[in-house]
Antibody
């Protein structure tokens, strides 16, 4: 069974760093893209970027380029989304999703809520 | 960058009625790489339709998708109480890999 399990909720202060994770299981982790999606409170879905763990090819949405870093550790089938300096506006739910044929998202993680507040 | 525009923003209907949701792209979507998702409060998005018209595993046949090029439609033939939710269209592709979401259509109980 394909599963993407994300790390838990985080509460951080502005200026702090953070790295959240997404662990894949039940499939060949290196053969599928993993994308990240932001959903701010009460708002829609926004694509942030995508990584191919097999060769670490990473692409970012122009809106998120330079704001976050996406990485993956194929030895433990885990993708990451990280911030070096959080802002209050980073408060959101973050989802990872597997990109199947044509990079189509076919399986989603349960989401990780990030709250940034002083 | 492709922009997806969904209409209407909100659809107020009664159970048993037919829902028609629209998604228009700013440029032609290759290979009909267009998906539809349902999202309920506190839940992750659920894939309903992929490649514009293929139902995902376990999705009831009252959900159907159609369209090509720049105009796509999701139809829910007879609304069940559990269908009241927000629906998003999404464009995907692998050359280069990128995703784009529409802003969503809320289907609410009238």
């Amino acid at each position: 069974e394909v599963q993407l399990v994300q790390s838990g909720a985080e509460v951080k202060k502005p200026g702090e760093s953070l790295k959240i994770s997404c662990k894949g299981s039940g499939y060949s982790f290196t053969s599928y893209w993993i994308g990240w999606v932001r959903q701010m409170p009460g708002k829609g879905l926004e694509w942030m970027g995508i990584i191919y763990p097999g060769d670490s090819d990473t692409r970012y949405s122009p809106s998120f380029q330079g704001q976050v870093t996406i990485s993956a550790d194929k030895s433990i089938s885990t993708a990451y989304l990280q911030w070096s300096s959080l802002k209050a506006s980073d408060t959101a739910m973050y989802y990872c999703a597997r990109g199947g044929l044509g990079a189509r998202p076919d399986y989603w993680g349960q989401g990780a809520l990030v709250t940034v507040s002083s | 960058e492709i922009v997806l525009t969904q209409s209407p923003g909100t659809l107020s209907l009664s159970p048993g009625e037919r829902a028609t949701l629209s998604c228009r792209a700013s440029q032609s979507i290759s290979s009909s790489y267009l998906a539809w998702y349902q999202q309920k409060p506190g839940q992750a998005p659920r894939l309903l339709i992929y490649d514009a018209s293929s139902r995902a595993t376990g999705i009831p046949d009252r959900f159907s998708g159609s369209g090509s090029g720049t105009d796509f439609t999701l139809i829910i033939s007879r609304l069940e109480p559990e269908d009241f939710a927000v629906y998003y269209c999404q464009q995907y592709g692998s050359s280069p890999p990128a995703w784009t979401f529409g802003q969503g259509t809320k289907v609410e109980i009238k």
